[in-house]
């Protein structure tokens, strides 16, 4: 999985997925704390963190891929759990370390992720590969 992991940069992103975050990051959020929360496996963080920097339009080797790193939390390398598990159980966690009251917003392309997350979450967003609609919100 290491391997595969690691050939993340190559992945195609969601585009309108990253449209949205990039709303969210660049006009007037408000404040808003992104956290990117994948599934991936701590093994390819550097990875990660240039494909996150390239889909959202980052110089990779910018300033700005430096706080990202903070903001992006992963599956510890021995843990084999399912996706949905390991998010929960993130979501939680993160829950735990907020100093007040917070909104926390999950955006997943995994239904099943969203299913079994939606009961700790203020709202949910479903990103479906582009059909000829934008992504369903529940």
Same mark, same amino acid.
């Given at each position: 999985?290491d391997a595969?992991n690691?050939?993340?940069e190559?992945?195609?992103?969601i585009?309108? !997925?990253?449209? !949205? ?6 006009? /007037?959020? /408000? ?6 929360l994948?599934?991936?496996?701590e093994?390819?963080?550097e990875?990660?963190?240039? *494909?996150?920097?390239? *889909?959202?339009?980052? $110089?990779v ?7 990202? *790193?903070s903001?992006?939390? !992963? ?6 759990r399912r996706a949905a ?8 966690q993160i829950?735990?370390?907020?100093k $007040? ?5 999950l ?5 099943s992720i ?6 700790l979450?203020?709202?949910t967003?479903?990103?479906q590969p582009?059909?000829g609609s ?5």
């Amino acid at each position: 999985w290491d391997a595969f992991n690691q050939a993340c940069e190559d992945d195609e992103p969601i585009h309108h !997925m990253w449209q !949205m975050l990039n709303e969210i990051l660049h006009v /007037g959020n /408000g404040g808003a704390q992104v956290i990117f929360l994948t599934g991936r496996s701590e093994v390819c963080r550097e990875q990660t963190g240039r *494909a996150i920097a390239k *889909a959202i339009g980052w $110089r990779v080797d910018s300033a700005l891929t430096k706080p990202l *790193a903070s903001t992006i939390r !992963m599956r510890p390398a021995d843990d084999h759990r399912r996706a949905a598990e390991f998010k929960y159980d993130a979501i939680v966690q993160i829950k735990s370390e907020l100093k $007040r009251e917070h909104r926390i917003v999950l955006v997943d392309d995994d239904y099943s992720i969203i299913s079994l997350c939606e009961p700790l979450v203020d709202k949910t967003i479903w990103v479906q590969p582009f059909n000829g609609s934008s992504a369903l919100t529940r």
